[in-house]
Structure formats: structure tokens, C-alpha cells
T-cell receptor, first 113, second 104 residues
């Protein structure tokens, strides 16, 4: 079991650039979640998918953020254009069903200068 | 999912039992209580979960009150490596958690 795999581990980019974060959930897990963590706000749920379908995106801060899950083994979170306030650690998590424990990846630390 | 409330921080002496409380008074009848912990900036790590009955695994014990409005996570013999932020959640929304510091 390789766990949830996120890439890249670190991303440094300039304001205005497009950023794409990637996540591979654990095989067999049907639900996928994107979280953002900052010192000020803690862990915020951005969006989650069930069976590749977005269920709740009310946590996505604004239209600059978008997430896709084209198949059961891959998801992306895109920020376009990026801003310094987007700097945070972004976590991806998956679970077998909506009522089973979450398994987190190691996160992507994003710095926007 | 239900909102949870936890103390901001706690200390515990090494080797003693650490008891971390959580209030979840609005939890619904079919919502599980989950506990996670986060060490440094790693991803949160699952510890234990339960619905009505008390639960125990190799990491911890979970005591849920009969009315299900609160629960307590018990680390029976805390070590320095248990220093972390502990989160109690109902489904998917995390609060600010409890920063547990184990004191030598």
C-alpha cells in the first residue's frame, strides 16, 4: 500500500502563474478530498469527490481554484492565476467510503511570491 | 457534519495517560467520531474512530458518552513522540484541534 501520493512536495512560483497540484489516491478508495492548511485558518476542506464526481466545492475560495478527477486514480487542483495569499500546504486525502477513515498524503507546500 | 470543540492545548507527563476531550453535541445518530493527529507539517494520521461503543486499538482508546455528545481519546502511556496536534472530527471538517505536549 503506497498510500496517497501527492506531487510536487514543494512548489515555488511567482504571482500570476498557474499552479497544478496532483494527487493519486489509494487504490480502491472511492472518495477524494482536497484540504488547505495555513496557520491562520487551520485545515480547510476545499472540495471532495465521490466516485470521481464533485460533491461539495463550497470550500473552494474563488474561481481561480478548480479541481478535477478524470478517473479513479488521479486528481488535480489548479490555481490560475496564483496569488501570495494562496501560499499554504495543500493536502489530498482519500477514503474507501464517505464514512470510513481518511488517509492523507504528505502534502504540497506552495509558496507564491 | 457536526461541529466539534476541543481545548486549544494540553500538557501530559511522559509515561502517564493523556486524556483528550472533545465535545460534539450536535452529532447525528449515524455520524462516527474520528480522531487524527498531526505531527509537524505531515499529513494528519488516523488514530481511531467509533459510533456508540468504546473502542481500543494499538494506538489508543476512545470513550464515547452514552448520549454521544462528547468523547475522550486516551493515550495510555504517553511518550515524547505523542507530542502533536490532535483533531476530533465527525466526518470531514477539521477544527483547530488540541496541541498536546508530552513533558519529560
Amino acid at each position: 500500500d503506497a498510500g496517497v501520493i501527492q506531487s510536487p512536495r514543494h512548489e515555488v512560483t511567482e504571482m500570476g502563474q498557474e499552479v497544478t497540484l496532483r494527487c493519486k489516491p489509494i487504490s480502491g478508495h472511492n472518495s477524494l478530498f482536497w484540504y488547505r492548511q495555513t496557520m491562520m485558518r487551520g485545515l480547510e476542506l476545499l472540495i471532495y469527490f465521490n466516485n470521481n464526481v464533485p460533491i461539495d466545492d463550497s470550500g473552494m475560495p474563488e474561481d481561480r481554484f478548480s479541481a478535477k478527477m478524470p478517473n479513479a486514480s488521479f486528481s488535480t487542483l489548479k490555481i490560475q492565476p496564483s496569488e501570495p495569499r494562496d501560499s499554504a500546504v495543500y493536502f489530498c486525502a482519500s477514503r474507501v467510503t464517505l464514512s470510513s477513515p481518511l488517509h492523507f498524503g504528505n502534502g504540497t507546500r506552495l509558496t507564491v511570491t | 457534519d457536526a461541529k466539534t470543540t476541543q481545548p486549544t492545548s494540553m500538557d501530559c507527563a511522559e509515561g502517564r495517560a493523556a486524556n483528550l476531550p472533545c465535545n460534539h453535541s450536535t452529532i447525528s445518530g449515524n455520524e462516527y467520531v474520528y480522531w487524527y493527529r498531526q505531527i509537524h507539517s505531515q499529513g494528519p494520521q488516523y488514530i481511531i474512530h467509533g459510533l456508540k461503543n468504546n473502542e481500543t486499538n494499538e494506538m489508543a482508546s476512545l470513550i464515547i458518552t452514552e448520549d454521544r455528545k462528547s468523547s475522550t481519546l486516551i493515550l495510555p502511556h504517553a511518550t515524547l513522540r505523542d507530542t502533536a496536534v490532535y483533531y476530533c472530527i465527525a466526518l470531514k471538517s477539521f477544527g483547530t484541534g488540541t496541541r498536546l505536549t508530552i513533558i519529560p
